[in-house]
């Protein structure tokens, strides 16, 4: 069955500093990938979907690369601020479905922007 | 305002009871989902819907019952609750391929 990881310790970066989350994923090769954030008491949601033909993807200070041959994607965030501290899910369809049938999840990264 | 609703936020059971967490979006989207997210575990699906009356087991299904008469509405059902199910349950919504939108979440704790 497929496997996410995602580094599950707390992440500590200093303000203004660049963030990098890793995701690495076995046993699949999907069509796409996604990220979500998740703040404490709080649904997850959604802030970047990259597809298999992508080696990047940006929007405003997020960036996301799609390595499908090291099975691997990274979550930059530049510039940070302690209101990008919360924790970040790494997500893929389960199947080619393009996620209709539902996400797997890793386990999540919990980055803490230090002022 | 359009978006998925869950309710209630908090629910506090006994092992044996039956207890049903709705779930209603306002997008009408197609797909409809259920997770429970544990510590250790991260979201695992539970089931999804593809359309009204169409289900499908997830990961996780063992325990539960869904249905879904109407687009807007996928309400989950544990028959007979067990502390193993004591969990922070989630419900999503999407069309085809696309992100999923989530809820803010049932707090579920069985005694």
């Known amino acids: 069955s497929q496997k996410i990881e995602q580094n599950s310790e707390a992440l500590n970066i200093q303000e203004g500093k660049t963030a990098t989350l890793t995701c690495n994923y076995t046993n699949y090769s999907p069509a796409y990938l996604q990220w979500y954030r998740q703040d404490p008491g709080r649904g997850p949601v959604f802030l970047l979907l990259?597809?298999?033909?992508?080696k990047e993807k940006r929007k405003e200070r997020l960036k996301v690369t799609f390595d499908t041959t090291l099975k691997q994607s990274l979550f930059h965030i530049t510039a940070s601020q302690p209101a990008d501290s919360a924790t970040y899910l790494c997500?893929?369809?389960?199947?080619?479905?393009?996620?209709?049938?539902?996400?797997?999840f890793g386990k999540g990264t919990h980055l803490i922007i230090q002022p | 305002d359009a978006g998925i609703t869950q309710s209630p936020r908090y629910k506090i059971t006994e092992t044996g009871r039956q207890v049903t967490l709705m779930c209603h979006q306002t997008?009408?989207?197609?797909?409809m989902f259920w997770y429970r997210q544990d510590l250790g575990h991260g979201l695992r699906l539970i089931y999804y819907?593809?359309?009204?009356?169409?289900?499908d087991k997830g990961e996780v299904p063992d325990g539960y019952v869904v249905s879904r008469s109407k687009t807007e509405n996928f309400p989950l059902t544990l028959e007979s609750a067990t502390r193993s199910q004591t969990s922070v349950y989630f419900c999503?919504?999407?069309?085809?391929?696309?992100?999923?939108?989530f809820g803010d979440g049932t707090r579920l704790s069985i005694l």
């Open positions: 997008w009408s989207h197609s797909y």
């Open positions: 990259i597809r298999e033909n992508e």
């Open positions: 997500a893929l369809a389960r199947y080619s479905g393009g996620g209709a049938d539902g996400l797997t």
């Open positions: 999503a919504s999407s069309e085809w391929g696309q992100p999923q939108h």
């Open positions: 819907s593809a359309a009204a009356d169409i289900t």
